[in-house]
């Protein structure tokens, strides 16, 4: 049994219709810490979160969450993780307190009436309990849902999006809560598709069509991915972007007014654009390769390795 890690699991796969949409993933997560999971939209999360807290049975793969078999003890996983599904799991046309009440009932808690009291007393929403549920803000939903998933005090949080189209206020309150929990001990795996989200976690998984592409510290994905970046600025970028996506070494990506460009180390942007468009206008500067150059990388890759 691993102490130390509260998601240990290898060769992680599940096949739907004979695809494998998990692919051979091995995961894990130290316990107290912050995991960031990325991947473009179907490329697996879900799946893999639902596999990790018993849900949903692996067709391959061993390992443990929390100390427990994954494939043996799915009961008891499922007892100690807090699992916040991708479209919050909130029941709309019940209150506030009955939502709480009816997670409370799922669990089979004794002291119901107490863990609904001081949920709503931490939420801050005593004064709303009978609010209706449907009629909350985004924000306001998603604290809920998190105290919904809180309420059996789970080691392990699985949050699947979380903060998917919540605004930007409701989602710097929500990661403060993430840190402070983890603080005090819990483990979080979060999906995300956040940028700025990626880079508060203390590690991150970044997978795609199934298969794990890249894990570690922010710096240690960017650092490994091994790529170069170049901003272009000036006139005429569209131009410059149609030049630059005939060559598939340059991963071109717009931001803003400006246009990044990524490529692996050893390919020299400068000297490539005075061959091909002597001349030209276009200010071309090295900067620090970001997450999102990287994951952008990746999935590229990914998708022609696929074709
Ligand atoms: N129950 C299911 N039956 C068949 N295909 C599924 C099922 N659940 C998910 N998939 C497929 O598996 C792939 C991965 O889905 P998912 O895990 O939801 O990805 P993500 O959460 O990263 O968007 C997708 O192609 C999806 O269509
Ligand atoms: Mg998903």
């Given at each position: 049994?691993?102490?130390?890690?509260?998601?240990?699991?290898?060769?992680?796969?599940?096949?739907?219709?004979?695809?494998?949409?998990?692919?051979?993933?091995?995961?894990?997560?130290?316990?107290g810490?912050?995991?960031?999971?990325?991947?473009?939209?179907?490329?697996?999360?879900?799946?893999?979160?639902?596999?990790?807290?018993?849900?949903?049975?692996?067709?391959?793969?061993?390992?443990?969450?929390?100390?427990?078999?994954?494939?043996?003890?799915?009961r008891?996983?499922?007892?100690?993780?807090?699992?916040?599904?991708?479209?919050?799991?909130?029941?709309?046309?019940?209150?506030?307190?009955?939502?709480?009440?009816?997670?409370?009932?799922?669990?089979?808690?004794?002291?119901?009436?107490?863990?609904?009291?001081?949920?709503?007393?931490?939420?801050?929403?005593?004064?709303?309990?009978?609010?209706?549920?449907?009629?909350?803000?985004?924000?306001?939903?998603?604290?809920?849902?998190?105290?919904?998933?809180?309420?059996?005090?789970p080691?392990?949080?699985?949050?699947?999006?979380?903060?998917?189209?919540?605004?930007p206020?409701?989602?710097?309150?929500?990661?403060?809560?993430?840190?402070?929990?983890?603080?005090?001990?819990?483990?979080?795996?979060?999906?995300?598709?956040?940028?700025?989200?990626?880079?508060?976690?203390?590690?991150?998984?970044?997978?795609?069509?199934?298969?794990l592409?890249?894990?570690?510290?922010?710096?240690?994905?960017?650092?490994?991915?091994?790529?170069?970046?170049?901003?272009?600025?000036?006139?005429?970028?569209?131009?410059?972007?149609?030049?630059?996506?005939?060559?598939?070494?340059?991963?071109?990506?717009?931001?803003?007014?400006?246009?990044?460009?990524?490529a692996?180390?050893?390919e020299?942007?400068?000297?490539?654009?005075?061959?091909?468009?002597?001349?030209?206008?276009?200010?071309?500067?090295?900067?620090?390769t970001?997450?999102?150059?990287?994951?952008?990388?990746?999935?590229?890759?990914?998708?022609?390795?696929?074709?």
């Amino acid at each position: 049994m691993s102490e130390e890690f509260a998601i240990d699991v290898r060769g992680l796969t599940k096949r739907f219709a004979g695809r494998a949409v998990v692919d051979a993933l091995d995961i894990r997560v130290r316990r107290g810490e912050i995991c960031g999971f990325l991947g473009p939209n179907g490329s697996g999360k879900t799946t893999t979160i639902r596999m990790l807290c018993g849900l949903l049975d692996a067709d391959a793969g061993e390992g443990s969450c929390l100390g427990h078999d994954i494939r043996r003890e799915a009961r008891r996983i499922k007892r100690r993780v807090g699992y916040m599904t991708q479209r919050f799991g909130l029941y709309e046309d019940l209150s506030i307190e009955e939502n709480l009440d009816f997670v409370a009932r799922a669990y089979g808690m004794s002291a119901r009436r107490r863990v609904v009291d001081e949920a709503l007393v931490q939420l801050g929403l005593q004064g709303r309990r009978r609010q209706l549920a449907g009629t909350l803000s985004g924000g306001w939903k998603q604290r809920l849902a998190l105290a919904t998933c809180m309420l059996h005090e789970p080691e392990l949080l699985l949050l699947d999006e979380p903060t998917a189209g919540v605004d930007p206020k409701a989602r710097r309150d929500f990661w403060q809560q993430i840190h402070s929990l983890a603080a005090q001990g819990l483990t979080v795996l979060v999906s995300t598709h956040y940028m700025d989200e990626a880079e508060r976690c203390h590690r991150l998984a970044y997978i795609s069509y199934g298969k794990l592409l890249a894990a570690g510290t922010a710096e240690e994905v960017i650092a490994h991915a091994g790529l170069h970046t170049w901003e272009l600025r000036g006139e005429q970028l569209g131009a410059a972007s149609t030049l630059l996506q005939s060559d598939a070494r340059w991963m071109v990506v717009p931001f803003g007014s400006a246009v990044h460009v990524s490529a692996p180390r050893g390919e020299d942007l400068p000297a490539w654009l005075a061959e091909r468009a002597s001349g030209h206008a276009w200010r071309v500067t090295p900067i620090a390769t970001g997450l999102e150059d990287v994951f952008i990388a990746l999935t590229q890759h990914a998708q022609d390795n696929f074709a």
